[in-house]
């Protein structure tokens, strides 16, 4: 096997108006069952199709439903949000990107004393210990709230990959998996989690924008 595939990191590809393809191997394995015109085995390399579309019924997997819909997978937003405001604290300092944010509602949900949901400015730094601030930072899945400390910014955690179905939500991508072939974030976005749109519905595909919330997107299965 080649040396590179094996360091390979785990891959996500946004198939033009169609599902998610998940490569987590790069070593093309044997197919039972089919063969070419010589009678000579097939290879090839294993991967999941994750729907995107929204309409799949057999969730979190695609089912063909993206054909059906006439899914468009066009980004719409023109970015000018995507920027990203500091926060200074005595302390510490919040980074915030609202652009990139999936407006899962850790933040505000656990600690609304700094995270002041329809409150300008929005964010606190002062509003409690330092241990409790970077705790809840960590659970935000996008990628649009990091830290700094002494001026040393903390942006991405040591995670193995992992993609989380959230509830009615998003795909939570963590672990420095590759999102192969989308118009690079802003600069200054941690590389290694973010969140994916899976309702079908995001202005920012292939990231989730919280559209999926507007919408009243279920997912019963999951």
Known sequence: MDESKKSQKPQIIPLPNGPYYYFTRFEPKHIDGITNSRGEGLSNIP??????CGGSENKPFCDGTHGKR???????TDGH???RVNYVG???TIHDNRGICSHVGFCTDSLPSVFKLG???WIDPNGADVEEIIETIKKCPSGALSYSLDEIEYRDQDREPMITVSENGPYFIAGDIEVVGHEPRAEEVSTEHCTLCRCGSSKNKP???GTHWHIGFKDEKN
């Open 90 to 92: 005595e302390k510490i």
């Open 119 to 121: 409150e300008e400015p």
């Open 207 to 209: 990231f989730c924008d």
């Open 70 to 76: 006439h899914f468009n997978d066009r980004k719409e």
């Open 47 to 52: 991967g999941v199709a994750l729907c995107r």
């Open 81 to 83: 949000f995507d920027k």
